[in-house]
């Protein structure tokens, strides 16, 4: 091609360097007018060779125009379009991504490579993040840049392939669990407490969130049965919500009855407690249908149950476990007894494959049962 008709044209700067430039057709505006951009090089073959791939991907319909959007405000725009899931779920990512948008926030989305994703993973591990925090951040990191590429942001997702680091010794922290007996010493202490129908629900397998969003409603005295089809969760720090159950497999009917006998004899006396407190509170009482209230009517909040329960722990004199380690002793505890992980599953409300890889939990007594029983198998076949 004749020099005067090359698209690569040679400028000199007011600086007096020498530059190449090109403008291209990059397409459409949104306003239907052509979008034309111009980009400078240093070097003629740079030049010729971006307007190649440029003309390239448009043919194919690959295009990706150039745009200046960071990371941190597609971050934001992913945030805004994420309709389909809980606040209580939103929010964990606005947490998560704090860290993320103070470390990538400012850098062109465009300009983000595996090499930054790779870096952020290696800060936040010097940092101290567990390896559970930081298999999330990478996570919704892929989120925010998968969904850039649907919006024709971005042409890969480069933190697609990144993996999260092995996880350390240091990481695994052995996960602590009831036997029956404590479980039972524990039930002794709660009965006696004000709040024992709902230490009941618990000991049933609800989960925190189950018990506190618990209504009047779902609750059949006749049949012994609660119907779990709502959660209350604390969303900032200070308030809560009342939402859909965690999961389908959540919504669910689990007869406390049948588990935990007297049960619902404890739910009738927390009822006719309500009904006592109401006359005696008057116009003042808060009729808000939960089944665990304080003495105006008010529901629990989720941390006073959670800081109740250790103190419950200490004085039935049982190892302090999590709140929400009992529904991983449960699931233990059925487990041993042979029954079906599919029909445990659906009593605690999750998956068989949740079920069996994290809620049936290994112990030290576990395993030395096991080896008793393997050792008895062999020694019967000698």
Same mark, same amino acid.
């Given at each position: 091609?004749?020099?005067?008709?090359?698209?690569?044209?040679?400028?000199?700067?007011?600086?007096?360097?020498?530059?190449?430039?090109?403008?291209?057709?990059?397409?459409?505006?949104?306003?239907?007018?052509?979008?034309?951009?111009?980009?400078?090089?240093?070097?003629?073959?740079?030049?010729?060779?971006?307007?190649?791939?440029?003309?390239?991907?448009?043919?194919?319909?690959?295009?990706?125009?150039?745009?200046?959007?960071?990371?941190?405000?597609?971050?934001?725009?992913?945030?805004?379009?994420?309709?389909?899931?809980?606040?209580?779920?939103?929010?964990?990512?606005?947490?998560?991504?704090?860290?993320?948008?103070?470390?990538?926030?400012?850098?062109?989305?465009?300009?983000?490579?595996?090499?930054?994703?790779?870096?952020?993973?290696?800060?936040?591990?010097?940092?101290? =993040?567990?390896?559970?925090?930081?298999?999330?951040?990478?996570?919704?990191?892929?989120?925010? =840049?998968?969904?850039?590429?649907?919006?024709?942001?971005?042409?890969?997702?480069?933190?697609?392939?990144?993996?999260?680091?092995?996880?350390?010794?240091?990481?695994?922290?052995?996960?602590?669990?009831?036997?029956?007996?404590?479980?039972?010493?524990?039930?002794?202490?709660?009965?006696?407490?004000?709040?024992?129908?709902?230490?009941?629900?618990?000991?049933?397998?609800? /989960?925190?969130?189950?018990?506190?969003?618990?209504?009047?409603?779902?609750?059949?005295?006749?049949?012994?049965?609660?119907?779990?089809?709502?959660?209350?969760?604390?969303?900032?720090?200070?308030?809560?919500?009342?939402?859909?159950?965690?999961?389908?497999?959540?919504?669910?009917?689990?007869?406390?009855?049948?588990?935990?006998?007297?049960?619902?004899?404890?739910?009738?006396?927390?009822?006719? /407690?309500?009904?006592?407190?109401?006359?005696?509170?008057?116009?003042?009482?808060?009729?808000?249908?939960?089944?665990?209230?304080?003495?105006?009517?008010?529901?629990?909040?989720?941390?006073?149950?959670?800081?109740?329960?250790?103190?419950?722990?200490?004085?039935?004199?049982?190892?302090?476990?999590? =709140?929400?380690?009992? /529904?991983?002793?449960?699931?233990?505890?059925?487990?041993?007894?042979?029954?079906?992980?599919?029909?445990?599953?659906?009593?605690?409300?999750?998956?068989?494959?949740?079920?069996?890889?994290?809620?049936?939990?290994?112990?030290?007594?576990?395993?030395?049962?096991?080896?008793?029983?393997?050792?008895?198998?062999?020694?019967?076949?000698?």
């Amino acid at each position: 091609m004749p020099r005067n008709q090359d698209p690569i044209r040679k400028i000199t700067t007011m600086a007096g360097e020498i530059k190449y430039r090109f403008v291209i057709d990059m397409g459409k505006r949104p306003d239907g007018g052509r979008d034309q951009r111009c980009f400078t090089f240093t070097k003629y073959q740079e030049a010729r060779a971006e307007r190649a791939k440029i003309i390239a991907a448009r043919q194919s319909k690959t295009l990706i125009k150039p745009a200046k959007a960071t990371f941190d405000e597609l971050a934001q725009q992913w945030l805004d379009s994420r309709h389909d899931v809980r606040e209580v779920t939103r929010l964990g990512y606005e947490y998560v991504l704090k860290s993320v948008r103070t470390e990538l926030g400012h850098l062109k989305v465009q300009d983000l490579s595996r090499t930054h994703i790779e870096r952020l993973i290696k800060t936040l591990r010097q940092r101290g =993040l567990s390896h559970r925090s930081i298999v999330y951040a990478l996570g919704t990191i892929k989120q925010v =840049l998968a969904y850039g590429v649907s919006t024709s942001l971005l042409a890969t997702n480069v933190a697609a392939s990144v993996k999260a680091p092995r996880r350390a010794h240091s990481d695994s922290k052995p996960k602590a669990v009831w036997d029956p007996q404590e479980l039972l010493r524990f039930r002794a202490v709660a009965d006696q407490d004000d709040w024992a129908a709902a230490w009941r629900l618990t000991l049933c397998g609800l /989960r925190r969130s189950e018990v506190l969003g618990l209504k009047w409603d779902a609750v059949d005295l006749v049949n012994g049965e609660v119907v779990v089809q709502a959660g209350r969760v604390l969303l900032d720090g200070h308030r809560t919500a009342t939402d859909d159950p965690k999961s389908s497999a959540s919504r669910r009917t689990v007869p406390v009855e049948d588990i935990q006998p007297g049960t619902i004899a404890l739910l009738r006396a927390l009822k006719a /407690r309500q009904a006592a407190d109401k006359l005696r509170v008057g116009v003042a009482y808060i009729e808000s249908g939960y089944v665990l209230v304080n003495l105006i009517g008010e529901p629990v909040r989720p941390e006073a149950y959670s800081d109740r329960f250790a103190v419950l722990c200490r004085h039935a004199e049982v190892p302090e476990v999590g =709140l929400h380690d009992v /529904r991983h002793t449960l699931a233990t505890i059925m487990h041993r007894a042979g029954l079906a992980p599919s029909d445990a599953a659906a009593l605690l409300g999750h998956t068989v494959a949740v079920h069996l890889a994290t809620y049936v939990t290994p112990t030290q007594k576990g395993a030395r049962a096991a080896a008793s029983g393997l050792g008895a198998a062999i020694s019967e076949a000698m």
